[in-house]
């Protein structure tokens, strides 16, 4: 194998009819009605030695209580669904494109998953094999076109300089045909994901909306084995390294998924990004590690490629990239809820509706603190600085601070709302002591045995009460006049 590709496309759903729902409401996975006739299987069972092996590495590499975000229970109230496509396991899938002025690629399909979160989030992730491209340039090519699912620029459906001329899959099973040609995209079509994603998705279930969280651009886990490339830096100590940090464009283009030209014009520049964004640890060995908003790549050698590495990018490290891409849709999906419940509240502040759905986001959002987002999830040293990488590079802890910070004022509104009708229910049973007390009074006054007592005694309490009871209905009439 020359290399191997996962593209993993994350994207928020959302139920159309329940957008003013609770927030528990609106993202139910339980509530999301599936084909069961589809070519999703949920959680199968692992056939193979070497899938129940992986596993095994799997849930020992990370603390058991990151698994519950990892594994499907199968179970109602688990926080993800997993689904898998069935074809890829008889089949033969192929993921197939054409680049303009170049030349068709055409990718086997390892495996096509689907995971839905109880966040209100997804990710659906394609797993390739190249066996056919050896060459530095096309591993490059296949990055950056196959991981396009919409035009950035609307001049690019005719230009084709980001997009590929088509996207299509082949060989899965039902009558769509999943193929994207990008022809019918217009002006009105912004964050309109690739049919062939709407396709895979709707197979499942077509009563969910997919928006996308990234932009038109599919995140991209890529290792590729070069024993040339690798003897570049191989062996060599830290000066001559960061020589070579400094010049090698290849590497840069690697991580920052640029084909033709290099996006940084700056030696220095370049330099100092490529000291930041890359992983160093087997340096000496010939693999580095390399990661960007967009992308998480490995160059490396056959050797380590085939004994150790391939198997934990395509498993291990692929779940962590998940959890950190999940982390931030998570938190996306949190904000625009945010925004739409901030703009109710202007419209009217003390709706009891408003209050409930604001208590549900802010219950939501500790489950989301406590069970999806974690400052570790590993013992092994490799994977704590691989995942703080991963953490830093997309801002994860930046956006979850600011996260609790606007839902945390949200949280003080629904309690300085609370305190308001509480002390407007305290006042009424206020007003209402103050206008029967004197009532009970003279009832009981009345009640009593006034044989033993004068005249002039009943008179002056009489006095006292008839006052009492006029001082009251002018502290009432005053009080709405106040408001």
């Not at 050797?303 to 950190?324: A, C, D, K, N, Q």
């Not at 004197?438 to 007592?453: E, H, I, R, Y």
Request: proline share 3%; glycine share 4%; hydrophobic share 35%.
């Amino acid at each position: 194998m020359h290399s191997y590709h996962i593209f993993y496309f994350p994207f928020k759903w959302e139920f159309p009819n329940k957008k003013d729902k609770l927030f528990s409401e609106q993202t139910k996975l339980s509530s999301i009605p599936t084909d069961k006739f589809s070519n999703w299987e949920r959680t199968p069972e692992i056939s193979k030695d070497t899938e129940a092996n992986e596993l095994y590495n799997e849930k020992n590499y990370f603390y058991e209580f990151v698994h519950p975000l990892l594994y499907d229970t199968n179970e109602e109230d688990s926080l993800v669904f997993h689904y898998e496509r069935k074809e890829t396991k008889t089949g033969d899938v192929r993921y197939i494109f054409n680049v303009r002025d170049k030349k068709e690629y055409n990718l086997k399909v390892d495996a096509i998953n689907l995971n839905l979160y109880s966040t209100g989030v997804g990710v659906l992730s394609f797993y390739l094999e190249n066996h056919t491209y050896e060459d530095k340039e096309d591993i490059l090519t296949i990055n950056q076109y196959g991981r396009r699912i919409f035009p950035p620029f609307i001049g690019d459906v005719e230009n084709r300089y980001e997009i590929a001329e088509f996207i299509a899959i082949e060989n899965l099973g039902g009558s769509k045909n999943y193929k994207e040609d990008f022809t019918k995209y217009t002006n009105k079509d912004a964050w309109k994901p690739a049919s062939f994603i709407d396709d895979l998705i709707s197979d499942l279930s077509s009563e969910i909306n997919i928006i996308p969280v990234i932009d038109d651009r599919m995140f991209v886990n890529c290792w590729y084995p070069n024993d040339d490339l690798s003897l570049k830096y191989k062996d060599k100590d830290e000066l001559p390294f960061n020589a070579y940090l400094g010049k090698d464009e290849f590497l840069y283009k690697y991580i920052y998924v640029d084909v033709s030209s290099i996006t940084c014009k700056n030696d220095r520049m370049m330099s100092d990004i490529l000291q930041e964004q890359t992983y160093k640890r087997w340096q000496k060995d010939g693999t580095l590690f390399g990661m960007s908003r967009y992308s998480f790549v490995t160059l490396t050698n056959h050797e380590f490629y085939g004994t150790i590495l391939g198997p934990h990018m395509r498993t291990i490290y692929s779940r962590m990239i998940e959890m950190v891409l999940v982390t931030k849709a998570s938190i996306l999906k949190f904000s625009m809820e945010v925004t739409e419940v901030s703009k109710l509240s202007k419209k009217d502040p003390a709706n009891k509706e408003l209050v409930d759905r604001i208590a549900s986001l802010y219950r939501e959002y500790i489950h989301f603190i406590n069970q999806f987002y974690f400052n570790e999830i590993t013992i092994q040293d490799q994977g704590i600085e691989l995942y703080n990488l991963m953490k830093k590079t997309l801002n994860i802890s930046d956006y979850v601070k600011s996260l609790g910070e606007e839902i945390e004022e949200l949280h003080r509104y629904v309690v300085l709302l609370e305190d308001r009708e509480r002390n407007k229910r305290a006042s009424a049973l206020n007003l209402i002591a103050t206008i029967f007390v004197p009532a009970s009074l003279t009832a009981a006054l009345f009640g009593m045995n006034w044989a033993n007592v004068g005249n002039c005694f009943w008179t002056m309490i009489a006095f006292v009460v008839i006052l009492g009871i006029i001082g009251s209905l002018l502290i009432l009439c005053l009080t709405k006049k106040n408001k």
